[in-house]
């Protein structure tokens, strides 16, 4: 079955900076776009960063260009986050997400999360 496992999440200071990590298993990560999302409290959870099957393109939130960084290992089944400059806004629930096909239909796939908190 599908899996997604996040690591790397903490309490950081602002200005500081965090490596997410996600591990998948059950689908043949290589050939999938994967993203971060992150949901505050009282928030709608919104999208952070994707890349591609193989790392071509990436894309990001605006309110975090130029701060996070997202990469992937596909001969470790693994994508990152690098989240560089944190503020206090960027406190959420980090979590790994793949949309596959599943009965025909995109289903999404999400990892259980991991907590960021930014804070002095």
């Known amino acids: 079955q599908v899996q997604l496992v996040e690591s790397g999440g903490g309490l950081v200071q602002p200005g500081g900076s965090l490596r997410l990590s996600c591990l998948a298993s059950g689908f043949i990560f290589r050939s999938y776009y994967m993203s971060w999302y992150r949901q505050a409290p009282g928030k709608e959870r919104e999208l952070v960063a994707g890349?591609?099957?193989?790392?071509?393109?990436?894309n990001y939130a605006d309110s975090v260009k130029g701060r996070f960084t997202i990469s992937r290992d596909n001969a470790k089944n693994t994508v990152y986050l690098q989240m560089n400059s944190l503020k206090p806004e960027d406190t959420a629930v980090y979590l790994c997400?793949?949309?596959?096909?599943?009965?025909?239909?995109?289903?999404?796939?999400w990892g259980q999360g991991t907590q960021v908190t930014v804070s002095s």
């Open positions: 890349i591609t099957s193989i790392g071509i393109t990436k």
């Open positions: 997400n793949v949309q596959l096909m599943r009965d025909m239909v995109p289903y999404d796939y």
